[in-house]
T-cell receptor, first 109, second 115 residues
Framework: KNEVEQSPQNLTAQEGEFITINCSYS?????LHWLQQHPGGGIVSLFM???GKKKHGRLIATINIQEKHSSLHITASHPRDSAVYIC???????????FGKGTHLIIQP | NAGVTQTPKFQVLKTGQSMTLQCAQD?????MSWYRQDPGMGLRLIHY???????DQGEVPNGYNVSRSTTEDFPLRLLSAAPSQTSVYFC??????????????FGEGSRLTVL
């Protein structure tokens, strides 16, 4: 079973700061998902990537398959970015998703 | 599009009662799944389905039952509720059955308390 570790567990930053959230996994994967969960709310898929880098607005996700590591970056952070960010590793197969415990991000104005 | 719709959003049960969490999607997705989210733990897969008529167990299936009679609906049944089933439940769907090739769409969640 894949072990997925996220760091940091909690992060508080000031508006405008560059944010990095890390995700490491123990077993080779087919793809990695980044998800966002607002307090009391549902879960939204941000990225799904299997190699390289993807960008959407102020969000950037990268993955290094050899090092079994992925990062989620937020540029020019804003209070509305405050949420829990979750990574999930897929090893293949419909039951192959393993989730990290999440990173709780707070952006202060 | 409505996306993935879960009902109810909140439910309180007594130990031993049964209930069904409803999940429906209108995106013609093959893959549907149920997860539970508990404090300090990552999401854990309960049951999943790769198409109508096909279901399988995930990591924590005990105490839960599912069926997939149509592409759109994937209800989760609690047979005899226990306090350990107090959790937030999420339904998710994806266009293709291989989770790694399809974006996941989640419902809003159902918060269940078992007394």
């Amino acid at each position: 079973k894949n072990e997925v570790e996220q760091s940091p567990q909690n992060l508080t930053a000031q508006e405008g700061e560059f944010i990095t959230i890390n995700c490491s996994y123990s077993v080779g994967i087919s793809a990695l998902h980044w998800l966002q969960q607002h307090p009391g709310g549902g879960i939204v898929s941000l990225f799904m990537l299997s190699s390289g880098k993807k960008k959407h607005g102020r969000l950037i996700a990268t993955i290094n398959i050899q090092e079994k590591h992925s990062s989620l970056h937020i540029t020019a952070s804003h209070p509305r970015d405050s949420a829990v960010y979750i990574c999930a590793a897929s090893g293949g197969g419909a039951d192959g998703l393993t989730f990290g415990k999440g990173t709780h991000l707070i952006i202060q104005p | 599009n409505a996306g993935v719709t879960q009902t109810p959003k909140f439910q309180v049960l007594k130990t031993g009662q049964s209930m069904t969490l409803q999940c429906a999607q209108d995106m013609n997705h093959e893959y549907m799944s149920w997860y539970r989210q508990d404090p300090g733990m990552g999401l854990r897969l309960i049951h999943y389905s790769v198409g109508a008529g096909i279901t399988d167990q995930g990591e924590v299936p005990n105490g839960y039952n599912v069926s997939r009679s149509t592409t759109e609906d994937f209800p989760l049944r609690l047979l005899s509720a226990a306090p350990s089933q107090t959790s937030v439940y999420f339904c998710a769907s994806s266009y293709q059955w291989l989770a790694e090739t399809g974006e996941l769409f989640f419902g809003e969640g159902s918060r269940l308390t078992v007394l």
